[in-house]
């Protein structure tokens, strides 16, 4: 049975390095700085562009979904701002839902950020809300988060091809999911 209250109410989740906020409009400059930092923008293959309005909307209607969850990830010793994770898509009648992360620049890479803000939305997903299944996409070239979610306990299904027509180049999206009956790496 799913815990969908847990979604609405979302709670802070705390890492050793990480600490997971709900995501809104106090994030909007750390956001407007993300979404035009070239290396994110292209990891996420983001071919539109936003108004600072637009993204500030976005941002305030967060807090009062109740059928996702949007964390802001945030450094634990400083509260710095990380990027965003986000589990989306719910299908409550399959007990899914689909998982997006997106670092916003390199002060964030490399440094575990990105998988422990991972294996704590996992958790969340699993043990919490009670989801089966958690399933991503990501491009072929993003080898480095590739890594980082086969070593969360994803696993590759498939893949999408030439799904992204990024600066001339078709690209690939690699299916994955984990399954809460999967052996535990989260």
């Keep these: 049975m799913l815990n969908q209250e847990a979604l ?21 400059d750390e956001m407007w700085v993300a979404l035009h930092d070239p290396e994110t923008i292209r990891y996420t293959g983001t071919h539109a562009t ?16 109740t059928d996702r969850a949007d964390w802001a990830i945030t450094r634990a010793e400083d509260g710095a701002f990380l990027g965003e994770v986000v589990l989306f898509e719910l ?5 899914s839902m689909s998982f997006r992360i997106a670092l916003a620049g390199p002060h964030a890479f ?23 299944r958690v399933g991503l996409e990501v491009f072929d070239f993003n080898t480095r988060a590739q890594r980082v979610y086969e070593k969360c306990g ?29 052996r535990r790496s989260w």
């Design 110 to 132: 490399g440094r575990g950020y990105g998988t422990e803000a991972t294996r704590l939305v996992l958790g969340f997903a699993f043990a919490t809300v009670g989801l089966h």
């Design 8 to 28: 609405a109410t979302q709670p802070q989740l705390h890492g050793d390095t990480v600490v997971l906020r709900g995501l809104d409009d106090s994030y909007l």
């Design 91 to 95: 299908d409550a009648l399959n007990e």
């Design 154 to 182: 994803f696993v590759r299904e498939g893949v999408l091809r030439d799904a992204l027509l990024w600066d001339g180049t078709r690209h690939d999206t690699v299916v994955m999911s984990v399954l809460a009956t999967d």
């Design 50 to 65: 936003f108004t600072r309005e637009q993204v500030e909307r976005y941002l305030a209607a967060r807090p009062a979904a």
